[in-house]
């Protein structure tokens, strides 16, 4: 089958709620409100927003656990309502947080279980098994009950649950959730090397440096409507995010304290009796700040310089009415 990509679109999903307790009037809440995304094959695509902006309903629409209830959804061009059979077998889900394994049986059996669902052949199964237990760590216990595995042992698991088919789309919500570091970090490199290899990944997570590390491509989304998509640079670049430099300075003088107000820095007493200038600008401004203290006869003691974040971008946008467009 060609890999044309998931393509989302116009995608509702409505929930009926009670507006005042158990016997008040019924209501509707649109937790995803005419969504548009594209994950192609290849490529690491990100979802981001604050909580309750729509993510995981709209990951759970995708991985057919959810009908929508207007719009379509396409894997390679099967609709995941009226070829959801078909759709499950192109794709998986990791969810951090979720328990989507059996706590009554051991890691190798819920591999096995889960492996026969998707229709694994056996043969290739064994093999697929110990491979996918020695990438999480859970070689030594693959024979031991799950509910005696530890919350980052069970997350581990589930991780390789979600691999078993090999699929060609992974759908990840907040997958490294209660993660040991390590853990972590070499489930970023195994979900790399799969869209090098050309799984397509949807990824959503609060850890927004690694999005930053992972992603090419990021949706933001509020209130289950659209806001603004880009690389995590056009992002930052359009919601204006600037780096910010802290210098301290150990004996400020009226002639350090006109460089800051000509700079447009912020003064911040420091113990010890010096002073913190923070400045933030969108351009590499700490040489010439740096530089116009010294001048100014002033000396420096700490020069700090953070770099623009996703996160300043994601807070500016869900605080702005209006899309941005990238």
């Not at 609709?79 to 890691?107: C, F, H, P, Q």
């Not at 970023?188 to 090419?216: D, N, P």
Request: aromatic share 4%; charged share 25%; with cysteine.
């Amino acid at each position: 089958m060609v890999m044309t990509g998931i393509q989302v679109r116009d995608l509702h999903k409505d929930f009926p709620v009670r507006a005042r307790g158990l016997f008040g009037p019924r209501t509707t809440k649109n937790a995803v409100d005419g969504l548009d995304l594209d994950i192609p094959a290849g490529r690491i695509t990100g979802l981001l927003g604050l909580n309750g902006a729509g993510k995981t309903t709209t990951i759970k629409i995708l991985a057919t656990l959810l009908r929508p209830t207007s719009g379509t959804v396409r894997v390679d061009g099967l609709d995941t309502v009226a070829d959801a059979r078909a759709v499950r077998r192109r794709i998986n889900l990791i969810a951090g947080g979720e328990r989507m394994v059996y706590t009554r049986m051991t890691g190798r059996e819920n591999l096995w279980y889960f492996g026969q669902l998707y229709d694994v052949p056996k043969r290739e199964l064994r093999d697929r098994i110990d491979h996918l237990l020695a990438l999480v760590g859970l070689t030594d216990a693959a024979d031991t009950m799950v509910e005696r595995y530890s919350r980052g042992m069970t997350q581990r698991l589930a991780i390789a649950r979600g691999l078993i088919n090999d699929p060609a789309y992974l759908l990840l919500d907040e997958p490294t959730l209660g993660l040991d570091a390590p853990i972590a970090r070499e489930l970023r490199r195994v979900v790399a090397r799969l869209a090098a290899e050309g799984t397509g990944v949807l990824l959503t997570s609060h850890y927004l440096a690694e999005v930053e590390e992972l992603c090419g491509h990021v949706y933001v989304i509020s209130d289950g409507r659209h806001l603004a998509a880009g690389s995590p640079a056009e992002l930052k670049a359009a919601t204006g995010s600037h780096g910010t430099v802290r210098v301290t300075v150990p004996n400020p003088s009226p002639a350090v304290a006109a460089v800051a107000a000509r700079f447009g820095a912020i003064r911040t007493p420091v113990p010890g009796g010096g002073e913190q200038l923070t400045l933030r600008h969108p351009d590499d401004i700490a040489g010439p700040l740096a530089a116009a203290i010294v001048e100014a006869g002033g000396s420096i003691t700490a020069l700090e310089i953070t770099e623009a974040s996703l996160e300043d971008a994601i807070l500016t946008l869900t605080d702005t009415p209006e899309a941005v467009p990238v």
